[in-house]
């Protein structure tokens, strides 16, 4: 499922490598939070491609300086983890969020306009 998950955002394999290796020398408690936002932004991320590895790279940045400093994981992630799940997200859905609307706009455009010359026949 993971592999599946991997090929539909498109991440380059070495730099997911690299993010999971940086992962892996996290402290316990540091990992397992991580690797259960991890879980979520595969399941529910829009980020696609370099947008996604960044997104990666970004949270291990993160979790590595708090690890550093010795900050509970709540400091990171707060009373509602899926409120910062969803907001450390949403900096990251700009490009493909953008072509989405623009794929859904040209779609309705082009069946409005097929059916309008389907009509007029």
């Known amino acids: 499922m993971l592999i599946t998950q991997l090929r539909a ?16 020398t996290l402290p316990q408690s540091y990992r397992a939070v991580v690797e ?11 980020a696609e491609g370099d947008e ?8 291990a940045d993160l979790f590595e300086q708090c690890a ?9 992630v ?5 409120a ?6 949403s900096n ?8 989405a609307q623009q794929l859904l706009t040209h779609a309705l455009a082009d069946a409005c306009t097929t059916a309008a010359l389907q009509s007029s026949r």
């Not at 707060?78 to 899926?82: K, Y």
């Open 92 to 99: 990251y859905r700009g490009d493909t969020l953008l072509r």
């Open 9 to 24: 955002i498109d991440i380059d394999d070495g730099r997911w490598s690299d993010y999971r290796a940086r992962v892996t």
């Open 78 to 82: 707060g009373s509602d983890p899926a």
């Open 52 to 59: 996604a590895a960044r997104m990666f790279e970004d949270l």
């Open 68 to 76: 550093a400093l010795t900050a509970p994981v709540t400091t990171i």
């Open 36 to 46: 259960a936002i991890e879980q979520y932004l595969l399941a529910f991320g829009r």
């Open 84 to 89: 910062f799940v969803e907001e450390f997200l």
